[in-house]
């Protein structure tokens, strides 16, 4: 990676640009009791960054059930949607100026989301920032969900970058793993509202953005 600076910075966008992890939290439990399953704290919690697909085909699997992993994903996809085109949204404290700043040095910048494509746009569109992003690849554009790389290095593609020269902001364990088996620098993103989380692995952590991209880089080039 080019010492001097980053060519491209890829987002997650739940418990990064937004506190949602705590309202999906809330969310899937209403899911889990509607299908009658108990999911303990910690099992909830290792599905952080994960796509509703590879959570629903884990549960699935790992608790003989005998339901449909399509309706159920489907069932879960329309609760979240009619649950959050109703919420004031904002978003994480400074994360906007962050956004801003890094757009004003002609950094790249990309949104990898395990989140549906729908989802992502109503997000992005309540906070006004969608336009921000030179690209948006959602969690249903990939065949792998996180850990797998595979949603960091398309965007990296779509970019046009090397994946050597991305940094990617992460929240969870699971994207944390993703972005270094991408070959990428990773900062994680502490966040309490995403339960406990691994970040170790990440090359640095920070639990609040700066206004200036600079005041980090130095940490992680």
């Known amino acids: 990676m080019n010492k001097q600076y980053t060519k491209a910075i890829i987002f997650d ?3 990064v640009i937004v ?3 705590r309202i999906y939290f809330g969310i899937e439990r209403d899911v889990f009791s509607h299908f009658k399953i108990k999911i303990s704290k910690e099992e909830h919690e290792g599905f952080v960054g994960s796509s509703l697909e590879n959570m629903w085909d884990k549960i699935i699997k790992d608790k003989s059930l005998k339901i449909c992993p ?17 919420l004031e949204l904002v978003p994480i404290k400074n994360v ?7 757009k004003e040095k002609n950094i790249k910048i990309a949104l990898a989301s395990s989140s549906t494509k729908a989802l992502i746009n109503l997000i992005l569109n309540k906070l006004e920032i969608r336009n921000l992003f030179d690209v948006i690849v959602s969690g249903e554009e990939v065949k792998q969900s996180k850990p797998n790389p595979e949603i960091f290095l398309k965007a990296a593609k779509f970019l046009n970058v090397d994946p ?9 364990s699971n994207g944390v793993r ?8 990773c900062i994680g993103f502490l966040n309490p509202g995403s339960g406990n989380q691994c970040l170790e692995e990440a090359d640095i952590i920070i639990s609040e953005f700066p206004k200036n991209y600079f005041d980090i880089q130095k940490d992680i080039m």
Not at 96 to 102: A, G, L, T, V
Not at 178 to 185: C, D, P
């Open 70 to 86: 399509k309706d159920t994903v489907n069932y879960h996809k329309q609760y979240v949607m009619k649950h959050m085109e109703g």
């Open 96 to 102: 906007k100026e962050f956004i801003n700043d890094i």
């Open 178 to 185: 993703a972005a270094k088996k991408a070959g990428m620098k």
């Open 19 to 21: 506190d949602s992890e």
């Open 164 to 172: 050597s020269d991305c940094i990617v902001i992460e929240d969870s």
């Open 13 to 15: 966008m739940d418990g």
